[in-house]
């Protein structure tokens, strides 16, 4: 008579049974897994179930954000979540990938939008009223600087108003005062030439650029302020950090280390994606060399 472990081998060959494979895990089952570090970060700013459904439909409407690092695509999400920021296109901030020739490999990056730094700027409690507006070639704008600041700004509403000449932004303060700047369309368009989000080989602008460029430029024109509104340190030096790809995930995402955005190319055409093909296809016919098959 055979031993237990044989005739629970028999017993298994002719039911046809077989060990259940194990399904492999998405980045959505990943994302839900981290469902109650998410719910910490957020605290009190954001629900985590509406932050969680907003993330992922934010990635299933963004192919590109699949193929990113899974630690960078988490990293930016906990970010998003810690200041109380709803990721997507209509919401506070971006989730953008793009190519690191360093790590050959997507990056996800946290990028806020315009209503990210406005919605930032109100929960200071310093801030009673915030906004950036456009100038337009027809509108009529005067501004000076003195003891007294004037700014007038009154659009054209009749006719055509032009192509867009400079952006502005008037932050009142609770208590009185307020603070003022002006930027041109030419310092708005050194700006985005200099970031990453600039393909420099193709000279065009891609990402948040590209699809909302004056959403951008009055985001400048406010992120140029910021130094001088009376923010919170942990939300100002967030802002400073923007832009960076980050791997970890931290109580405090702020002291997280990054890899400077400089380091990373931007992901404008399929080139990344056919480099990144065509190093996976050498790795296997590398493989198959070595395996000898």
Not at 122 to 128: A, C, E, L, P, T
């Amino acid at each position: 008579m055979g031993s237990p472990q044989d005739m629970a081998g028999k017993l298994a060959q002719r039911a046809g049974t077989s060990a259940p494979e194990k399904k492999e895990m998405t980045i959505f089952d990943l994302i839900e897994s981290r469902k109650d570090q998410f719910a910490q970060a957020a605290g009190n700013n954001m629900d985590v179930n509406k932050f969680l459904r907003i993330a992922t439909f934010c990635i299933r409407t963004n192919p590109k954000l699949m193929t990113c690092s899974t630690p960078s695509l988490l990293s930016s999400l906990m970010q998003s979540a810690q200041l109380g920021l709803e990721p997507g296109v209509l919401g506070h901030c971006y989730l953008v990938p793009f190519w690191s020739e360093k790590l050959k490999s997507f990056e996800a990056t946290f990028i806020i939008s315009y209503k990210g730094m406005i919605e930032l700027a109100r929960r200071s409690g310093n801030i009673q009223s915030i906004a950036a507006r456009i100038v337009y070639e027809n509108d009529e704008f005067q501004f000076e600087y003195g003891l007294e600041e004037r700014l007038i700004h009154k659009p054209c509403i009749q006719g055509e108003r032009g192509k867009m000449k400079l952006v502005y932004m008037v932050a009142h303060f609770v208590g009185g005062g307020h603070y003022i700047e002006v930027m041109t369309k030419a310092e708005i368009d050194a700006v985005m030439m200099s970031s990453k989000s600039y393909d420099k080989k193709k000279g065009q602008p891609t990402g948040p650029w590209k699809d909302h460029y004056e959403e951008m430029a009055k985001k400048t024109v406010i992120r140029r302020a910021w130094k001088y509104l009376p923010i919170s340190v942990d939300d100002a030096r967030v802002v400073e950090q923007e832009g960076t790809v980050k791997h970890d995930i931290s109580e405090d995402m702020s002291t997280v280390p990054w890899i400077d955005a400089d380091a990373y190319a931007v992901e404008d055409s399929s080139e990344a994606r056919e480099q990144q093909g065509q190093e996976e296809a050498t790795e296997e016919q590398e493989a198959d060399l070595f395996s000898g098959g």
